[in-house]
């Protein structure tokens, strides 16, 4: 399985500020995913960043808000921007295995927004 | 899209016995359906998964059972105990596509 390293584990942020979330993997993917986990809820997809063009926007998630970056194949990066409190969730970042089906998380990252 | 609907949302069992937890697609083009646990503060974690052309797949006390007509599966834990107790999530998808998750159960088994 993929090794995903993403940083920071965790961070309380102010509103209206934005935090940029680092997500390295240790093998070249083509695609990586970035999930949010509200308390309590499961995981729904933000976007799906593939290296050399525009990340793929899920209903309800916008790049002004969420832009991604994904300058090379082990790397991306998540930001939130102008933050609320109902930002406040866990944001994963996950790649599939090379035969394109088993998904593997990221540690996550905690994000509270006061 | 797909459409993953889950249930029980939570469930309780005593320490031995079995849990059921089951799920059902929408999009008929789903071939793979994996089955996540996961911890308090913990990333989710893969524990078994299936693919639409088989119709069941067992590791130790867990088994996942698909119907791909009827566009279900479930998650079979045998003999559960305390450390099964988590928040299971099932998923769809495609080869290389997005995974779509289901709602969750939280499984609680009591000692």
């Known amino acids: 399985s993929a090794v995903i390293s993403q940083k920071p584990s965790r961070d309380i942020c102010q509103r209206g500020t934005s935090l940029t979330i680092q997500c390295q993997v240790d093998?070249?993917?083509?695609?990586m995913f970035w999930y949010r986990q509200q308390p309590g809820q499961s995981l729904t997809l933000i976007a799906t960043a593939n290296q050399g063009s525009e990340a793929t926007y899920e209903s309800g998630f916008v790049i002004d808000k969420f832009p991604i970056s994904r300058p090379n194949l082990t790397f991306s990066t998540l930001t939130v921007s102008n933050m609320s409190p109902e930002d406040s969730s866990i944001y994963l970042c996950s790649v599939r295995d090379r035969g394109g089906e088993k998904l593997f998380f990221g540690s996550g990252t905690q994000l509270s927004v006061l | 899209g797909e459409n993953v609907e889950q249930h029980p949302s939570t469930l309780s069992v005593q320490e031995g016995d079995s849990a059921v937890i089951k799920c059902t697609y929408s999009?008929?083009?789903?071939?793979?359906f994996p089955w996540y646990k996961q911890e308090l503060g913990k990333r989710p974690q893969l524990i078994i998964d299936?693919?639409?052309?088989?119709g069941e797949k067992k590791d130790q006390r867990i088994a996942v059972t698909l119907n791909k007509t009827a566009k279900h599966f479930s998650l079979h834990i045998t003999e559960t105990q305390p450390e099964d107790s988590a928040v299971y999530f099932c998923a769809a998808s495609t080869s290389y596509q997005k995974v779509t998750f289901g709602t969750g159960t939280k499984l609680q088994v009591i000692p």
């Open positions: 299936i693919r639409s052309n088989v």
């Open positions: 093998s070249q993917v083509t695609m």
């Open positions: 999009d008929s083009a789903s071939n793979y």
